[in-house]
């Protein structure tokens, strides 16, 4: 039997698997989600993943944040065509600026701490939630919802392909980390045959003129105060997985 780490990258693969028309393989996905969320429920930091606590703050990940300048550091686990899984880890009040993950499902379970999650639904579809449309546009529409606050004792959030997938994740209360699975990957250069870039947007103001909630979030460079650098997995070994999977 592998390890957790391993079961979730097997699962998560299974799970987000395409035929060539993009499709699902396995149709049945509230299953496969169901059995990934359980198994991210119980992902312990250090164990699976090489993420111990500094015993002076014992809810920070050792080593991860003393030294280290970037806002956010991101830890790569495993990506290939189907899913990418890491870890992101912010120091206290980092916050990852609104940013779109445009026609992927994703998943975010909290490791340490707590985060805050802004999340924004595009509207006006089915035309927005094409990629290529809504790329060509300055402007969005999109539906705001009531923020959500994440610790470690919840049980993942997740994202779809057309809802909740634009969102900021800043931090309450003192540093965090959470880990992400998106799938299918973002791929900026179309290396696997279409593109998918991360945009970041501004909320701008009502996009209704009754519904407060309706948004318009105009299209912006990344905030020159988000940042990210990158560490090194620690966790077991999953070298195989690479080999298997790619
Ligand atoms: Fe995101």
């Not at 395409?18 to 396995?26: A, E």
């Not at 209704?208 to 909630?213: Q, Y």
């Not at 020159?224 to 195989?240: E, M, Q, R, V």
Request: hydrophobic share 30%; net charge neutral.
């Amino acid at each position: 039997m592998g390890s957790r780490i391993e079961n979730v990258i097997r699962t998560a693969v299974h799970t987000f698997a395409t035929k060539p028309n993009g499709s699902l393989v396995n149709t049945n996905i509230n299953h496969n989600l169901n059995a990934l969320r359980q198994l991210l429920n119980e992902i312990c930091p250090n164990e699976d993943l090489g993420l111990s606590r500094n015993s002076g703050q014992p809810r920070f990940p050792l080593n991860l944040f003393t030294s280290r300048t970037a806002p956010v550091s991101y830890m790569e686990i495993f990506e290939n065509q189907t899913v990418s899984i890491g870890v992101f880890i912010l120091k206290e009040g980092a916050c990852i600026p609104l940013h779109d993950h445009v026609g992927m499902h994703g998943i975010l379970k909290v490791l340490y701490g707590t985060v805050n999650v802004q999340s924004y639904s595009p509207v006006d579809l089915p035309a927005q939630t094409n990629s290529h449309s809504m790329r060509q546009s300055q402007y969005i529409k999109a539906r705001r919802f009531p923020v959500s606050c994440i610790s470690e004792k919840d049980s993942p959030a997740m994202l779809s392909p057309s809802d909740h997938n634009l969102h900021t994740i800043g931090t309450v209360g003192g540093s965090a980390s959470f880990l992400d699975i998106l799938a299918p990957p973002y791929d900026p250069d179309g290396t696997c045959g279409k593109i998918r870039d991360c945009y970041y947007y501004a909320d701008v103001g009502e996009g209704g003129p009754c519904n407060s909630e309706i948004r318009l979030l105009k299209r912006t460079s990344c905030p020159s105060s988000f940042w990210c650098d990158s560490l090194a997995y620690g966790g077991p070994n999953i070298k195989h997985l690479h080999q298997e999977f790619h």
